[in-house]
């Protein structure tokens, strides 16, 4: 049986370059999606011109506990987990003073308490299968150096970096490794630019 990599929002941008890494790679790929279904499809397609599968599934963080169930669909419909890559998340500019609460809890809900719930699915199904795993969090630049009238965005990847580095501490005894990759401002629709 091949291993299997879930990528969170890999319909785009990072998680998409990936997803199409892993399958290069020889890993089946669970592809999640929250509003562009053929970004979705398109990255499908590209995956299964490696020889491997793909699986695609809604994935909406937003709306937690529930939205996060997703990830147990693709490890049902692939079998298993081997690779988790936390790359979803959700991004507003406000300045600090001006922040309302609502969206600061809607960044944190997506950014942090999803990546939480779905590397507990990942971990959980790592640890029943025996043979450990690895998670990959996407944090951002932001989580060293904070980005202005992004108070939210610059916490919540912070956050996710602190998740990370307790995650690790407790998951290496099954043998999970839990990292984080950091990187700088990318061409996302979520950043307002094309990927293209």
Known sequence: MAQVAIITASDSGIGKECA???AQQGFDIGITWH??????????????????????????????????QALEKLIQRLGRIDVLVNNAGAMTKAPFLDMAFDEWRKIFTVDVDGAFLCS????????KQGQGGRIIN??????????????????AKHALGGLTKAMALELVRHKILVNAVAPGAIATPMNGMDDS
């Open 120 to 127: 507990q699915i990942a971990a959980r199904q790592m640890v």
């Open 35 to 68: 509003s562009d279904e053929e970004g979705a499809k398109d990255t499908a397609r590209e995956v299964v011109s490696h020889g491997v599968r793909a699986e695609i599934v809604q994935l909406d963080l937003g709306k937690l506990p529930e939205g996060a």
């Open 138 to 155: 996407i944090t951002s630049v932001h989580e060293h150096t904070p980005l202005p009238d992004a108070s939210a965005y610059t916490a």
């Open 20 to 22: 199409l890494l892993l």
